[in-house]
């Protein structure tokens, strides 16, 4: 098949077109899709959260809430104003501590708890993650070094 | 006294920098003088940083709590590898490997580009240079490692616990290796938009650069991601977390620069698009270590961090990155592309190559970034997880790992699909009977696992196909193609190599991810557990101490399928001086799969949680990246690539045969 120059650019630029858009539509569709919220209790209280739609917790472990039973943990994470309690099972991260800051990944249940599939580590102790940073100061509860 | 000398070697570095900076800008054109004094400031620099280096080196090793750094970052019990490499397991001394790495490709380009011509050897030491003067000064006046403390404490505050493994050793050097490796293909691409002269030999001394800094990359975050599989005790290889995507940015626009320089060098054609990527990919290395440095994304992997600095270097970015693409914008238009050819042709497949490469780091990019945004215009805090990366990427990746296998295929300025299509069918047919066969032993699964490991074994068979076929096996006798295989050109193999490569990180992450299976329970001691074949017993713990820290170990007596057994232990550390815990997960490696195992807390007078992970086949994710590396190294060791290096008459006939 002979091809004239000014077929063999359409071609290219049909083709680079097609895949950009392809690409684009990708990007697009997935960013409605699947990114994750983040929530502080407070704002789960005021605002609500559909049951099973999956979202970040951040606060604070409440002191003494910490439970084992085998694999399964029970804590209460609070921002000062609102606590919800949440529920995971397997090996809570090293640094898990009461009084510390977490970030748990997971969804609501229909009891009103909160049932995290992964509880996000830290790497250090001076490390707080930073929408649990941010948060706890618009509620006054906690004094760090910048954001 | 070591660490003042080491400081002013530092600040001489710098300003020596500047000197080449200014000198070399200013008299380029043709100046013999000029040139030399770029070359051997270039040395020198790398001389003084080296010194500057080994002075932190001697001040931490040597227990010197006088020094600010060491005392917040190490300790006098650590072992002395963990010592050597606390180094660099901080901001400060990150950003020293930073200058080192990026003085010691300028000193290479002096040392092994005596072919290059005189202006342009100037144009990128100038370049290199400047950027030199812009690090060391962040180093020197942002986040000086030499700052002394008086009075001097008796010891350190240790090495962060997570940190203080052999991993430490390898990653970061690895990866700063390859990140900083292409701030030489940015100076190469200034100096090409300085002076004008883009063509096809510019192409060929760039070429050995980027295969090297991309080999590097490529182990560098290979390694990261298994030192994060083991360290971290999470049983992931790869998080899509925002710190390990800004170590993959680079690494896929610098794959697609790696393949457009070629059309570049053969075709005289791309100029712009390569130069293009060439800035482009040095820009994502810089943004990441501004992500990396300056925490504004949460990331699993954020250290303390601190933001004035990240401003600072957002603000260098901004210099830099705008600079070159103003130059960019007024000399690009100037290019003149040579070399028509068929959108069917080995152009063709590059060019659709670059195309999903690009479409795959605007992808990850976008959602790397997009929290940022967004809550910079709504307020909102969102999270862009897994999910929508293996979506976006994935789906970019398919259709790509599926045409690899033709490109080597194809000719060049016109290529026919249907022949090339002919000459694949044996490799089509294999990889057709390998996947049926492996569909049996795994009773023919529905799910989408079976079409990924089709692509792997097909982009493995492809790149073995490529060089059958460039033998001419079944042409000729088999005696001949021996001979035309052994007398193949290196980058012949190193392309088959690295392509193999991919398939088979393809095969593991499909396996790893689609196979695996993982049970969290509590065992009491003597309990039995059974998972993917393996019986696994758990048989109690003892109490250990080692040279910084005490630990419980579990021991695991584990069963395999094939009768062996073997124990695994596990670890829950507590390293004293800063009171951090952490797992040492206990691994066995079975073959190219392993059996995770997480010891978890305590549960009873004689239980604990234990996580079980099997991991199939999951070692080929990193074997394939080796395999990727030594395949850029390989080609490196060939004669054409070695700057300047006339290739000898006889096998450029040979060569123009093979049409490569």
Known sequence: MAWTRKQKRLGVIAGLGLVLALAAGLILTALRDQIVFFYSPTEIAENGVANGTPIRLGGLVMDGSWEQNGETNVFVVHDGESQMTALFNGILPDLFREGQGVVAEGSMQPDGTFLATNVLAKHDETYMPREVADTLRNEGVWQGEGS | MIIELGHFALILACILAAAQAIIGFTLWRGNALADRFVSQAAILQFALVGFAFAALCQAFMADDFSVQLAVSHSHSLQPMLYKFTSVWGNHEGSMLLFVLILVLFGAAVAAFGRNLPSDLRTLV???????????????????????????????????????????????????????????ICFSFAMAALISGKIDAAWARWVRPWTLASWAFLTLGIAMGSYWAYYELGWGGWWFWDPVENASFLPWLSGTALLHSAIVMEKRNALKVWTIFLAIITFSLSLLGTFLVRSGILTSVHSFASDPTRGMVILAMLAALIGGAFTLFALRASALRSGGLFAPISREGALILNNLFLSAATAGVLVGTLYPLVLESLTGARITVGAPFFDITFGALMVPLLLLIPFGPFLAWKRGDLGAVTQRLMAAIIVTVIISLVVYGFMGFPISLAPIGLAIGFWVMVGAIADLVDRAAFGRTGFRQSMARLRGLPRTAWSTALAHFGMGVTVLGVVCATAFQTEIVTSMRQGETVDIAGYSITYEGEIHTDGPNFSADRGSYAVISPWGGERTITSERRVYPVSGTPTTEAGIGTYGFSQMYIQFGERVGPDARVARLWHKPYVLLIWLGTIIMASGAFLSLTDRRMRVGAPAKPRRKAKLAGANK
């Not at chain 2, 950027?131 to 403390?149: E, G, I, K, Q, Y």
């Not at chain 2, 390859?178 to 701030?183: K, M, Q």
């Open chain 2, 125 to 183: 030491l100038s370049n290199q240079g400047m950027m030199v003067a812009a690090f060391s000064a962040f180093v020197l006046f942002t986040s000086n490692p030499f700052w002394r403390l008086d009075p001097a404490p008796f010891d350190g505050t240790e090495l962060n616990p997570v940190l203080q493994d052999i991993g430490l050793a390898i990653h970061p050097p690895l990866l700063y290796l390859g990140y900083v490796g292409f701030s």
